[in-house]
């Protein structure tokens, strides 16, 4: 009985989540979709922007950020980040190279990848709704 009132209070609770808007729109948003799927009463609120967002005064829970991060105190995930030809991170083209619509033709001259980070306040408690969602994004998005 125990197990599973921890497993369906993992499945319970509300995130709010902000990320880069090509990245929220183009990834993170179908990545969503699929985590809702396995925890379906897990509200996630989803912020799309290209500025640096104060978790604490603006209440985030989760922020995803690319490049490299300042010292921020923040606790960071690293996760996937990588360009493609059209100078777009690579989990944005991939549909398109993987289907023949778009060709890498100068790997030998892809600028440096930039990393992507789940970020969360250290003294955050830990819920269920956190840590599930933190482990679904790093095991989609991680390093390949």
Same mark, same amino acid.
Do not use: C, W
């Given at each position: 009985?125990l197990?599973?009132?921890?497993?369906?209070?993992?499945?319970?609770?509300?995130l709010?989540v902000?990320?880069?808007?090509?990245?929220?729109v183009?990834?993170?948003?179908?990545?969503?979709? $699929?985590?809702?799927?396995? +925890?379906?009463?897990?509200? *996630?609120?989803?912020?799309?922007?290209d500025?640096?967002?104060? %978790?604490?005064?603006?209440? +985030?829970? =989760?922020? *995803?950020?690319? !490049?490299? %991060?300042? $010292?921020?105190?923040?606790?960071?995930?690293?996760?996937?980040? !990588?360009?493609? *030809?059209? %100078?777009?991170?690579?989990?944005?083209?991939?549909? $398109? =190279?993987?289907? !023949?619509?778009?060709?890498? =033709?100068?790997?030998?001259?892809?600028?440096?990848?930039?990393?992507?980070?789940?970020? +969360?306040?250290?003294?955050?408690?830990?819920?269920?709704?956190?840590?599930?969602?933190? $482990?679904f994004?790093?095991?989609?998005?991680?390093?390949?």
């Amino acid at each position: 009985m125990l197990r599973f009132q921890r497993e369906r209070a993992a499945r319970q609770g509300r995130l709010r989540v902000t990320a880069p808007v090509s990245f929220g729109v183009h990834a993170l948003a179908p990545a969503i979709a $699929d985590y809702l799927t396995v +925890y379906p009463e897990v509200e *996630i609120a989803l912020a799309v922007n290209d500025r640096i967002v104060d %978790l604490i005064e603006e209440g +985030y829970e =989760i922020a *995803i950020r690319v !490049g490299v %991060l300042g $010292d921020s105190g923040l606790i960071a995930r690293p996760a996937r980040s !990588g360009l493609g *030809i059209i %100078l777009q991170p690579e989990v944005l083209l991939a549909e $398109d =190279i993987s289907s !023949g619509r778009l060709v890498p =033709i100068v790997r030998e001259y892809a600028p440096p990848s930039r990393p992507m980070q789940v970020v +969360y306040l250290p003294d955050r408690r830990s819920t269920p709704e956190l840590r599930t969602f933190i $482990d679904f994004i790093t095991a989609r998005f991680g390093e390949r």
